[in-house]
């Protein structure tokens, strides 16, 4: 099962562009790399999802590098709202009985935005 | 309003008791799943639902049994084999196995 690694925390100021890293060397060609946020105490969020290509949509851009083995979360205008765990998940692709592959969350990024 | 629920928000058992989790969503999602989640940790996978009347165990089922008679709902219940079942308790669901979930708010439980 492919296993991410994800810094444990970070911080970053007001306004400015949030990056968050992700390690998944061990990705299989078919996979996709997936981030949730959880805000204190509620359920995690979905924010976006990528296989190969870039992707961009309101809340927050994932480049995905060639290899696939990495990968960076951008929020482009860190908010104090922002404030929270980051989580990056591997996942096999979606279907019906697809791998029953472990979906592994693992202690995520926990993310500081300061005022 | 589209979501997903989970109640009660808080839950108290003394030990020994089984105890039912409550999860309903009206996305019309076919999948669903179980987390569990102790502090400072991340989420395990504790069932889940692909389809009505189908499901299957996670990474951590022992102690736990769930049921999906109908497609809106997936009640956990937490046995009195489980041995360490104070914890934070997430339900999710998607439109299909494996794509972008969406989050109850959770059920906190505590057995003394």
């Known amino acids: 099962d492919a296993k991410t690694t994800q810094p444990t925390s970070m911080d970053c100021a007001e306004g400015r562009a949030a990056n968050l890293p992700c390690n998944h060397s061990?990705?299989?060609?078919?996979?996709?790399v997936y981030w949730y946020r959880q805000i204190h105490s509620q359920g995690p969020q979905y924010i976006i999802h990528?296989?190969?290509n870039n992707e961009t949509n309101e809340m927050a851009s994932l480049i995905i590098t060639e290899d696939r083995k990495s990968s960076t979360l951008i929020l482009p205008h860190a908010t104090l709202r922002d404030t929270a765990v980051y989580y990056c998940?591997?996942?096999?692709?979606?279907?019906?009985?697809?791998?029953?592959?472990?979906?592994?969350f693992g202690s995520g990024t926990r993310l500081s935005i300061r005022p | 309003d589209g979501g997903i629920t989970q109640s009660p928000k808080y839950l108290f058992r003394k030990e020994g008791q089984n105890v039912t989790l409550s999860c309903e969503q009206n996305?019309?999602?076919?999948?669903m799943y179980w987390y569990r989640q102790d502090p400072g940790q991340g989420l395990r996978l504790i069932y889940y639902?692909?389809?009505?009347?189908?499901?299957q165990k996670g990474d951590i089922a022992e102690g736990y049994s769930v049921s999906r008679e109908k497609k809106e709902s997936f009640p956990l219940t937490v046995t009195s084999a489980q041995k360490n079942p104070t914890a934070f308790y997430l339900c999710?669901?998607?439109?299909?196995?494996?794509?972008?979930?969406?989050f109850g708010p959770g059920t906190r439980l505590t057995v003394t």
């Open positions: 999710a669901s998607s439109r299909e196995f494996l794509y972008e979930q969406y």
């Open positions: 061990t990705i299989s060609g078919n996979e996709y």
């Open positions: 990528g296989l190969k």
């Open positions: 998940i591997v996942s096999p692709p979606t279907g019906l009985y697809s791998s029953a592959s472990k979906i592994i």
């Open positions: 996305l019309n999602h076919d999948a």
């Open positions: 639902s692909q389809i009505v009347n189908d499901f």
